[in-house]
């Protein structure tokens, strides 16, 4: 089991930034990928970026790349997502997920990220 909780969230203007964090508790958090999701309004989830477990490994979403930086602390048991440069259509519902037996196993409950124009 993977307990998951998300914070950083918050209202910001374009072109500002956020840090979104992940706290993970219960398996050892270093032998898991970990991945940052999100949903808008009226659409579908979208995978925004992944990391492995030893952190060497990422990759990001086209729409993110350049923009947003995912990061891990194994000694933390935490996840981060930087976001730089936000736009509105970055609006979104942001979860952080576990990836546990090659699939997306755990999610947090998610934190809330609006972009203003």
């Known amino acids: 089991q993977v307990h998951l909780v998300e914070s950083g969230g918050g209202l910001v203007q374009a072109g500002g930034s956020l840090r979104l964090s992940c706290a993970a508790s219960g398996r050892t958090f270093s032998s898991y990928p970990m991945g940052w999701f999100r949903q808008a309004p009226g659409k579908e989830r979208e995978r925004v970026a992944t990391?492995?477990?030893?952190?060497?490994?990422?990759s990001y979403a086209d729409s993110v790349k350049g923009r947003f930086t995912i990061s891990r602390d194994n000694a933390k048991n935490m996840a981060y997502l930087q976001m730089n440069s936000l736009k509105p259509e970055d609006t979104a519902v942001y979860y952080c997920?576990?990836?546990?037996?090659?699939?997306?196993?755990?999610w947090g409950q998610g934190t809330q990220v609006t972009v203003s124009s």
């Open positions: 990391i492995s477990g030893g952190g060497i490994v990422t």
């Open positions: 997920a576990a990836r546990v037996s090659d699939t997306w196993a755990y």
